[in-house]
């Protein structure tokens, strides 16, 4: 299954102006995702096509391997850890340095082109306040993980009741 990104960046470019210009800098982009407990997927981006893929690449130029707390570095503090990247270490870090530096509101353009339930699950994961201390790490994964899943029992039963 491929989605393509070319609506959700075009309104990221519409929103900044440099993020266009800086991303197609470093274009042709082919990178592997390896999120923990799912397939590898990848991400193409060049100057005609951006898509996300749900198969790996065979030829990626890198690869982030982003567990729960990668998840959360990736998106509340907006770090990675180099023991994350795999291949060319310094095109992914231009790459995340140009999506942190953009100052996109990640929320609405999740909500806006793939859903509710993905942009509930963002705001969440942005509007958390945990404790910095890293003994408190596996709390606040657990943490995470508790209120992604009540949320995920709300919209079921939202669902059901428009069901009925």
């Known amino acids: 299954m491929d989605i393509s990104l070319n609506t959700v960046l075009k309104e990221a470019y519409e929103v ?3 993020f266009k210009e800086r991303l197609e800098n ?5 990178c592997n995702l390896n999120f923990s407990g799912l397939p590898v997927m990848s991400l193409y981006l060049n100057h005609y096509e951006q898509t996300f893929k749900a198969s790996a690449s065979k030829k990626p130029q890198f690869t982030l391997i982003i ?8 998106l509340k503090e907006r770090t990675i850890p180099s023991n994350k990247i795999n291949g060319d270490s310094e095109r992914a870090l231009m ?3 140009i999506l942190a530096e953009s100052n996109i509101d990640l929320e609405l353009l999740v909500y806006k082109n793939f859903g ?3 942009g509930l699950i963002i705001r969440k994961i942005l509007n958390q306040d945990f404790i910095n201390n890293q003994g408190d790490e596996n709390i606040r994964v657990r943490s995470l993980q508790t209120s992604l899943r009540n949320i995920s029992i709300r919209m079921d039963r939202m669902e059901e009741k428009q069901a009925l």
């Open 16 to 18: 900044s102006s440099s």
């Open 26 to 30: 470093i274009y042709p982009i082919e």
């Open 67 to 74: 567990d729960a707390n990668t998840s959360w570095n990736l």
């Open 95 to 97: 790459f995340l340095m």
């Open 116 to 118: 509710a339930v993905p």
